[in-house]
């Protein structure tokens, strides 16, 4: 199979750069084909992801709750946010270890798809919040190995056509992340669901409002949130909360995910009961060393992307593609992060003041943005090359911060300035790495480092920009966004430069291996 493809790349760079018509409808025909080629493959990887968006939204709605269940303080229950993106950012890091086979890779998806339904269904029963941090790690490891396993498994399947189904890879974490508050919300207790002891009827109007205020808070998954001891709930009392049955639900929504993983395994002759099992494994592991070029140049952990043995003979852009990739991500991630953490706390702050309720949707308006963007620009990656929607995208997102730094007193444009701000970032993720996996040839440690960096930047600009807020206020919040908007896109011209470079070192490089065979072949 692969050597099926690589006879096709050719034809396919020579698609992306022809702006014909007809071009175009063959370039549309080829990936349909690749798609029925391997569509279990790729709608299991897209289900996995689903799985991934549906763990990494649930605690911002139930967040509340589940310090009412653990009968925690607020800043106690807050730490399980950063025990689930520590452990994500371990999980991507290590994620490259079940690279070899298929059969390794599959196995690790079908084991921490598996882990997510169970840790849905362990949670209600997590009566202390260093049980509630524990499973979350657990969940957060899961995630990160998925993260890693999904994309890169994605573009060594389709390589140089691996834009498009990544684009849609990323769209069903958006789709996950907008299940959870749906199932969530019928279970979410209105009141405080720790009654104390002194608490009286008067009370419970100003107690929902509260709720309703910190849950729009802390929807943002955020490690470090400011002057939320202003809050005085309750930590000891009758417990009164149903967001069990959301937690028990969500399991059963994800148990169909490594369902489908055990169906592919299946499909492909890699289970114990499979007829033919044990001569297709035999066969796996003979022919993964052709198909999984990157199994012995790179792809593993992000450790082993750092032996000696491995980086030996590149040239130093080979590197510093690496480097810049993960950069660009590292602060695009991060602004994700921070912009969906802390926009409600903005649209309440002087000077616009917004309602809790009306600025609570600030959030999921962004994340619906995310969701349709990246679902946009599933077209918009076959049409376009991966540089194009990359410079348009960067372009786009610089524009809409200094737009809302001008406009900062608007509500209106505010809500119009979040929209557009997800649609334009949404797609820098899974354009960035199969544009950096195409530069470099599907070797190296492009997945592992990028997947790791993203991770990294989402948890460090978070803390980053929260600690800004406290000491300068919450304007700072866009100040800082843009500044790292711009230094995104000065990092991706480098970015180009570099591809450049390394380009033209292969050109000579080529030709001079040319020139030294000549002499051979005459003298034979």
């Given at each position: 199979m692969k050597t099926e493809l690589n006879e096709q790349l050719p034809v396919s760079r020579y698609l992306w750069v022809s702006g014909d018509q007809s071009d175009m409808k063959l370039l549309d025909e080829r990936i349909w084909s690749l798609f029925k080629r391997h569509w279990q493959h790729t709608l299991t990887y897209w289900s996995v992801f689903f799985s991934f968006g549906m763990c990494i939204a649930f605690l911002g709605p139930t967040i509340l709750d589940l310090r009412c269940q653990t009968q925690s303080t607020l800043q106690q229950i807050t730490w399980v946010f950063f025990s689930q993106q520590l452990f994500l950012l371990v999980g991507s890091s290590v994620g490259g270890l079940f690279k070899k086979t298929l059969m390794s890779s599959l196995s690790a998806l079908l084991c921490c798809t598996f882990v997510i339904s169970l840790v849905f269904a362990v949670i209600p029963?997590?009566?202390?919040?260093?049980?509630?941090?524990?499973a979350m790690a657990i969940a957060g490891q899961s995630m990160g190995v998925i993260d890693n396993?999904?994309?890169?498994?994605l573009v060594k399947l389709y390589q140089k056509d691996s834009a498009t189904f990544l684009q849609a890879l990323h769209f069903f974490i958006g789709l996950g992340a907008l299940v959870t508050p749906l199932v969530a919300d019928p279970f979410l207790a209105e009141d405080s669901c720790v009654l104390g002891v002194n608490s009286t009827a008067n009370s419970s109007s100003s107690s929902t409002s509260d709720l309703e205020h910190l849950?729009?808070?802390?929807?943002?998954?955020?490690?470090?949130l400011p002057n939320i001891s202003q809050y005085p709930l309750h930590t000891e009392g009758l417990v009164i909360t149903r967001v069990a049955y959301a937690f028990w639900i969500m399991a059963l929504i994800n148990l169909p995910v490594p369902a489908a993983v055990l169906t592919l395994m299946y499909h492909e002759r890699l289970l114990p009961c499979s007829s033919?099992?044990?001569?297709?494994?035999?066969?796996?592991?003979q022919t993964s060393k052709s198909h999984n070029v990157d199994s012995e140049e790179g792809h593993g952990s992000l450790f082993c992307c750092c032996d000696a043995a491995k980086v030996r003979g590149h040239p130093a852009t080979f590197f510093i593609i690496h480097a810049l990739g993960g950069a660009i991500l590292f602060i695009?991630?991060?602004?994700?992060?921070?912009y969906s953490g802390f926009v409600y706390t903005y649209a309440v702050s002087p000077p616009l003041l917004m309602g809790h309720k009306t600025a609570g949707c600030l959030d999921s308006v962004f994340w619906a943005a995310i969701t349709l963007g990246r679902l946009a620009f599933i077209y918009l990656s076959c049409k376009f090359t991966a540089p194009t929607l990359l410079t348009v995208s960067l372009v786009g997102v610089i524009l809409v911060q200094c737009l809302l730094l001008i406009f900062y007193t608007s509500s209106v444009f505010l809500f119009f300035g979040t929209c557009v701000l997800g649609l334009c970032i949404s797609s820098v993720f899974p354009s960035m790495l199969a544009f950096t996996e195409d530069i470099l040839d599907y070797k190296g440690c492009a997945?592992?480092?990028?997947?790791?960096?993203?991770?990294?930047?989402?948890?460090?600009m978070q803390l980053l920009v929260g600690s800004v807020i406290n000491s300068q206020g919450s304007y700072?919040?866009?100040?800082?966004?843009?500044v790292a908007s711009f230094i995104a896109f000065c990092l991706f011209l480098l970015f180009l430069y570099?591809?450049?470079?390394?380009?033209?070192?292969?050109?000579?490089?080529?030709?001079?291996?040319?020139?030294?065979e000549k002499p051979k072949t005459g003298g034979s």
């Open positions: 029963l997590c009566n202390h919040v260093v049980l509630l941090s524990v396993i999904a994309n890169r498994q849950r729009s808070r802390m929807a943002g998954q955020v490690a470090a033919k099992s044990q001569h297709l494994l035999d066969k796996d592991s695009t991630d991060g602004i994700i992060g921070s997945t592992t480092v990028l997947v790791t960096c993203a991770s990294t930047g989402e948890m460090a700072s919040f866009l100040v800082c966004c843009t570099t591809h450049h470079r390394h380009r033209n070192f292969h050109k000579d490089w080529s030709k001079y291996t040319e020139m030294e």
